[in-house]
């Protein structure tokens, strides 16, 4: 039976490596979840300086990665979503490029100084970070591993070390960066065309809920519906309860809370509850009238105006579409001139203006989904305390 188990210092039954890759994967993507992404990108939890070290360890022994690299990549991503600068759009780079091609675009971006020195402020710049995780010993780290595996189970310990190799890009490169931008389902009207690949996520810590995370950026809790679950923020409550982590901010609720709470602050509620209570509607209205669209049809009139910009067709084809169906301008119209509100007035005073102002000829559109959604909107924005609400609330 000694052919069953593992050859090196620990004669383990083989189906016990099994069990260590998904439980080594797991760490690591936690490690990238929430200390790169969550703590060092986006500043929204601030992680004990041991855990913080441990996950520095941990990504150099396993991934090889430079903390300063991930986060200016990230960051990038973030101000130039799915549009010509996104590192890795499949918007712009096609899904299969980003699938499976995920790691060379990432690298392509990391090796840009000028990406590094918009983007990589206020990473660690320690006498360990400059030698070795960001140094000439960054490569230490994984072979080290691979070493370090093969003593230990003989030379299935290089196949296991192959598999962890494989996982990171299979994992964050190619299933977050390329389907979260690609395929699953949208709570949020962010200018992107990010997606929450799954509503529950333990595969990519929480990362899944990808349009919940464009939509704010700056949560660290990734979950904003009832029966999304997010593992990452799961860890992080764990972590804070035992004074290992500090939140630093999370998201209000979701565009279930109460929308006249957030509604004059938040953008990106409003927008969603007009695509959901107006669009929709109003496109199933004209369907049912007669109107039969096409793929394209769907894809523009749903996509984020800001992204028509980069191409000449899509506007013309939108135009097209517009043009033939006036009831679908109206709502269309309506939806850029309210994005407009947030542009022009950095106070909320201005905004509350520009909203009363967008609501009075909305009532008078002629469209029935949007007189609905103006009238029910008015009355909860004439309560003067919701015009005060702040952007991004502070637990
Ligand atoms: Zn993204
Ligand atoms: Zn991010």
């Not at 370090?148 to 977050?176: C, R």
């Not at 542009?343 to 905004?351: T, V």
Request: with cysteine; glycine share 8%; aromatic share 10%.
């Amino acid at each position: 039976m000694n052919g069953m188990l593992t050859t090196g210092l620990l004669h383990w039954p083989l189906w016990s490596l099994v069990i260590v890759w998904l439980a080594t994967l797991h760490v690591t993507v936690v490690a990238i979840s929430l200390y790169l992404h969550r703590d060092q990108t986006h500043r929204a939890v601030t992680l004990h300086p041991l855990v913080r070290h441990f996950f520095r360890f941990w990504i150099w022994l396993t991934t090889a990665t430079s903390t300063r690299e991930w986060v200016a990549v990230h960051r990038r991503h973030h101000t130039q979503v799915d549009v010509p600068g996104d590192p890795h759009s499949p918007r712009v780079f096609g899904l299969k490029a980003v699938l499976f091609d995920g790691v060379n675009l990432y690298r392509q971006a990391a090796s840009d100084p000028e990406t590094l020195r918009t983007f990589g402020h206020g990473t660690p710049s320690d006498w360990v970070e400059r030698v070795v995780y960001d140094g000439r010993g960054n490569l230490v780290g994984i072979l080290l591993l691979m070493v370090l595996e093969t003593v230990l189970f003989g030379p299935l310990g290089l196949t296991l070390w192959a598999f962890q190799m494989m996982g990171i890009p299979v994992l964050a490169a190619g299933i977050v960066n390329g389907l979260g931008h690609a395929m699953g389902y949208r709570n949020f009207d962010t200018p992107d065309v990010s997606r929450n690949i799954l509503p529950w996520g333990v595969l990519c810590g929480g990362e899944e809920l990808h349009n919940n995370h464009h939509a704010f950026p700056g949560s660290a809790r990734f979950s904003q519906k009832r029966g999304e679950f997010d593992l990452g923020w799961m860890y992080l409550f764990i972590l804070e309860h035992m004074g290992l982590a500090r939140i630093e901010r999370v998201s209000t609720q979701g565009p279930h809370a109460n929308p006249g709470q957030t509604l004059v602050g938040h953008k990106v509620h409003l927008m969603s509850i007009y695509l959901r209570e107006v669009m929709r509607p109003t496109w199933h209205m004209v369907r049912r009238s007669g109107f039969r669209p096409t793929r394209r049809d769907r894809h523009l009139f749903w996509l984020a105006p800001k992204l028509l910009d980069g191409s000449d067709s899509d506007r013309a084809d939108l135009d097209h579409l517009l043009a033939s169906e006036p009831v679908l301008r109206t709502v269309y119209e309506f939806r850029e001139r309210l994005h407009r509100i947030w542009e022009n007035g950095a106070l909320a005073a201005d905004r509350l203006e520009g909203l009363r102002e967008w609501l009075n000829q909305a009532r008078a559109s002629g469209v029935h989904p949007l007189e609905f959604f103006s009238e029910r909107l008015h009355l909860l924005i004439d309560n003067p305390a919701l015009a005060t609400e702040s952007l991004l609330p502070t637990r």
